[in-house]
């Protein structure tokens, strides 16, 4: 009698303390669960040895990576629902220790051992990126880390992120195409960094050139941008040529530490800071006013989490840390601003886009999703599946205020001279858009 899904069902809403919010259907062809809600697909029971060996969300990453398990129906209601049993019962839900005291929880993971079987767990899918936390964002490290993740392929970015080519959150100003919102993100941070014909930019993981294009054709600057990644370079490069810029962008391979020919009128930051590191963080917004002239403006757009009781207690996201973003850190937006203050910046505007990127992540699933097959066979299923994964769950934690994201805009005022601590900002409240 097949009746692996309703053992297991039972089993996990002992070792939960909570009734399972969606259905399950196991590797014998049983079902168990409420009915109209997404099915929970246990292809194999290799997934409860990854679970019972790396209890949470690495476990079931990497079980998804691998294809044991699967979701049919709605992938956000599923991930939802998930979410609100294992991840977001707040800072003093029961650890799997503690709960483990339990003898009612005991004997659930005893019968959940004997259903999974007595071998050993799977290793990890090859996508995972398998290193020790030491010497982070040193220059050598942060390179193997951008490559991990930007070295995909060209073509496997072209569908999720479309014609834009702008990995970062877009601008919804109005009901339109993404490449619209990212058009309109691009031009919102052109405005705030009052950008004029002449004038140097500086754009720091400049990504495939998409910012460097449009603030060279749009307002006439002088552009440099850098990466890490040699695909975006090539990339980038082959776009500044192909819209006869070549006069007047660079593409760098290079480090934010590495640049010296400064000064720049203007500095543009866009989700590269998630890679900075926490303790890196003081050298790279020291960097970047060393490289403002006086009266310059930085533009950093930036991922933040939500501050922690104890700030002391915070670990990275372990699914991507080992699949998406290795070695990148979230930190309050507050702590940001402190960070680019005392390396001398003023802090004159912070803005929240955080529905904005949740649009923007879903837009991005759509794509993918829609262009699943040719997505595959570039990168292969598990490569597909992470990032499907990640960037549908990452949709939800902006939609649930579990992380957000923000454009603070900072000035390099002058400190000697007549034009002493100006702003070069209006008084009167900006209207970025206008």
């Excluded at 014909?197 to 006439?220: I, K, T």
């Excluded at 402190?338 to 910046?345: C, H, I, K, S, V």
């Excluded at 699943?372 to 990452?394: C, E, H, I, K, N």
């Excluded at 923000?406 to 000697?416: F, H, K, S």
Aim: proline residues 6%; aromatic residues 6%.
């Amino acid at each position: 009698m097949a009746d692996a899904a309703p053992r297991l069902k039972g089993l996990l809403e002992q070792v939960l303390a909570a009734p399972l919010p969606i259905r399950i259907r196991a590797w014998d062809g049983s079902e168990a669960g409420p009915p109209g809600t997404p099915v929970l697909v246990v292809r194999d029971r290799r997934a409860l040895r990854r679970l019972l060996w790396k209890p949470g969300e690495l476990g079931l990453a990497r079980a998804w990576v691998a294809g044991e398990l699967e979701v049919e129906g709605d992938l956000y209601a599923a991930l939802t629902s998930l979410a609100g049993l294992l991840w977001e019962r707040g800072e003093d839900a029961r650890t799997l220790a503690q709960a483990l005291r339990d003898p009612q929880v005991r004997a659930a993971v005893a019968g959940l051992l004997r259903l999974a079987g007595p071998a050993l767990p799977p290793p990890p899918p090859g996508e995972e990126i398998r290193r020790p936390r030491r010497h982070l964002h040193t220059k050598h490290s942060d390179r193997r880390a951008i490559s991990h993740h930007y070295d995909v392929g060209n073509d496997f970015y072209e569908i999720v992120l479309g014609p834009s080519m702008v990995y970062s959150c877009a601008y919804w100003e109005q009901a339109g195409t993404l490449e619209d919102a990212q058009r309109d993100k691009l031009e919102l941070i052109c405005r705030k960094l009052d950008l004029r014909p002449g004038q140097r930019l500086l754009d720091v993981g400049c990504g495939w050139g998409s910012m460097v294009l449009h603030a060279a054709r749009e307002h006439g600057v002088s552009a440099v941008g850098i990466t890490l990644s040699q695909e975006q370079a090539a990339y980038a490069r082959k776009r500044v040529a192909d819209a006869g810029l070549t006069d007047r962008v660079e593409i760098r391979v290079q480090d934010y530490r590495d640049v010296r020919d400064g000064p720049y009128d203007a500095v543009s930051s866009i989700g590269m800071a998630e890679h900075v590191g926490a303790e890196r963080y003081r050298e790279y917004a020291a960097d970047l006013y060393a490289l403002l002239k006086p009266g310059g403006r930085l533009l950093n757009h930036q991922i933040a989490r939500r501050p922690q009781r104890d700030e002391t207690a915070y670990h990275v996201n372990e699914f991507i840390d080992a699949y998406v973003f290795p070695d990148g850190e979230l930190a309050p937006v507050g702590t940001t601003v402190t960070q680019l203050e005392r390396a001398g910046f003023e802090v004159r505007d912070v803005e929240s886009l955080r529905e904005h990127y949740a649009l923007t992540l879903r837009r991005w699933v759509a794509n993918l999703e829609a262009d699943w097959d040719r997505a595959v066979r570039l990168t292969g299923p598990g490569r597909a599946r992470v990032w499907q994964l990640y960037m549908a769950a990452s949709a939800l934690s902006f939609e649930h205020n579990r992380i957000g994201v923000n454009q603070v805009l900072a000035v390099r005022t002058p400190d000697t001279g007549p034009a002493r601590g100006s702003s070069g900002l209006p008084l009167r409240p900006r209207d970025w858009t206008g």
